[in-house]
């Protein structure tokens, strides 16, 4: 078996604190911007998720968002509240429950377009910095995903 090395063990050495703190960062910084149009930080990453592609199930958008159906659930059960999407049963098969667009749905998505660039300015990055952050992260994910999926 190989060694493992030394790794440091205080808060502000630990990777996981790292992209803990920076999450909570940027979560602080969208609020403002996703509070003028009446969504959460995860109600906004399900209504991207349906901007893309309109008509997902519940079971495709939980795994688009690397989230569990029930955790899905409520988030979209709100977001049908507010009048921005609708929930249908499958036709052929009753156990698929489908995600739609509402017309305000598809709206809210012209209002939507600034906050990429304003989450843009404020960090204050390069755009190669961010994409390759981006991308460092992907793999970052993937890689612990598969580790936890061949425990």
Same mark, same amino acid.
């Given at each position: 078996?190989?060694?493992?090395?030394?790794?440091?063990?205080?808060? !502000?050495?630990?990777?996981?604190?790292?992209?803990?703190?920076?999450?909570?960062?940027?979560?602080?910084?969208? @609020?403002?911007?996703?509070? @003028?149009?009446?969504?959460?930080?995860?109600?906004?990453?399900?209504?991207?998720?349906?901007?893309?592609?309109?008509?997902?199930?519940? @079971?495709?958008?939980?795994?688009?968002?690397?989230? !569990?159906?029930?955790?899905?659930?409520?988030?979209?059960?709100?977001?049908?509240?507010?009048?921005?999407?609708?929930?249908?049963?499958?036709?052929?098969?009753?156990?698929?429950?489908? /995600?739609?667009?509402?017309?305000?749905?598809?709206?809210?998505?012209?209002?939507?377009?600034?906050?990429?660039?304003? /989450?843009?300015?404020?960090?204050?990055?390069?755009?190669?910095?961010?994409?390759?952050?981006? !991308? !460092?992260?992907?793999?970052?994910?993937?890689?612990?995903?598969?580790?936890?999926?061949?425990?």
């Amino acid at each position: 078996m190989t060694q493992r090395p030394a790794l440091p063990f205080t808060l !502000d050495e630990q990777l996981c604190f790292a992209l803990y703190s920076t999450s909570l960062a940027m979560t602080k910084a969208y @609020k403002p911007l996703l509070d @003028k149009l009446g969504l959460t930080y995860p109600q906004y990453l399900a209504m991207l998720v349906l901007w893309e592609s309109d008509d997902v199930t519940v @079971k495709g958008m939980a795994a688009r968002l690397n989230l !569990d159906s029930a955790t899905v659930t409520p988030l979209l059960k709100r977001l049908e509240t507010q009048g921005l999407v609708e929930r249908v049963r499958g036709v052929e098969d009753e156990r698929l429950v489908y /995600i739609r667009l509402t017309k305000a749905g598809a709206a809210l998505k012209r209002q939507a377009r600034e906050v990429p660039a304003e /989450i843009f300015c404020a960090t204050q990055q390069s755009p190669e910095f961010l994409l390759r952050l981006r !991308d !460092d992260l992907t793999r970052l994910r993937t890689t612990l995903n598969d580790y936890m999926d061949n425990e």
